[in-house]
């Protein structure tokens, strides 16, 4: 059965690892569209997803249309799942306030999608109690969450906050 996946990537060096979740989808057979973070692109930029997803990536929140529905509602009515992969603590954060203050927020906000958020960060981030209470709190609401990887971060420091791999994260949404 073919699935309709957003892919939120967010701002993390783990950003680049999200393309391989791409592939994977699309092998296979489901239809993905991604949505980055403006962070997010400084890290891989939108023309890798757009190759890889055979789709355009959603950047802009306030970028021309490409119908008269506006593009953060097209997107979440659009999507039977919906994915951030790489997830941020900023995103974890905005998502269990409600905030809304980019084009991926505006999305998981509107979607009635199943969601789920695959966490990558510095382990103390990860480890911080505000994270630790947006997590639960998402759970709580629904959210499906793909728990992070022990070993060397991005950082040079060891612990938990790896990013899953894309077979990991495949598997789960699978």
Same mark, same amino acid.
């Given at each position: 059965?073919?699935?309709?996946?957003?892919?939120?990537?967010?701002?993390?060096?783990?950003?680049?690892?999200?393309?391989?979740?791409?592939?994977?989808?699309?092998?296979?057979?489901?239809?993905?569209?991604?949505?980055?973070?403006?962070?997010?692109?400084?890290?891989?930029?939108?023309?890798?997803?757009?190759?890889?997803?055979?789709?355009?990536?959603?950047?802009?929140?306030?970028?021309?249309?490409?119908?008269?529905?506006?593009?953060?509602?097209?997107?979440?009515?659009?999507?039977?799942?919906?994915?951030?992969?790489?997830?941020?603590?900023?995103?974890?954060? $905005?998502? &269990?306030?409600? %905030? *809304?203050?980019?084009?991926? /927020?505006?999305? =998981?906000? #509107?979607? $009635?999608? &199943?969601?789920? %958020? *695959?966490?990558?960060?510095? /382990?103390?981030? =990860?480890? #911080?109690?505000?994270? &630790?209470?947006? %997590? *639960?709190?998402?759970?709580?609401?629904?959210?499906?969450?793909?728990?992070?990887?022990?070993?060397?971060? *991005?950082?040079?420091?060891?612990?938990?906050?790896?990013?899953?791999?894309?077979?990991?994260?495949?598997?789960?949404?699978?």
């Amino acid at each position: 059965m073919k699935r309709k996946i957003l892919l939120g990537v967010t701002g993390s060096v783990a950003a680049y690892k999200a393309a391989e979740l791409v592939r994977l989808f699309v092998k296979n057979g489901d239809e993905v569209k991604v949505v980055m973070t403006k962070a997010a692109t400084e890290f891989v930029t939108p023309l890798t997803f757009r190759t890889l997803s055979r789709n355009p990536v959603a950047v802009e929140e306030f970028a021309p249309p490409q119908s008269w529905v506006p593009e953060h509602i097209a997107l979440a009515e659009w999507a039977d799942i919906a994915l951030v992969a790489p997830a941020t603590a900023n995103t974890l954060a $905005k998502m &269990r306030c409600g %905030i *809304a203050d980019n084009l991926l /927020t505006s999305v =998981l906000l #509107a979607t $009635k999608a &199943r969601i789920f %958020i *695959a966490p990558a960060m510095n /382990t103390g981030m =990860l480890e #911080a109690a505000a994270t &630790r209470e947006n %997590i *639960a709190v998402l759970k709580e609401r629904g959210v499906s969450v793909i728990e992070p990887g022990e070993g060397e971060l *991005a950082c040079g420091a060891s612990g938990k906050g790896r990013f899953p791999g894309a077979e990991t994260i495949f598997g789960a949404v699978k």
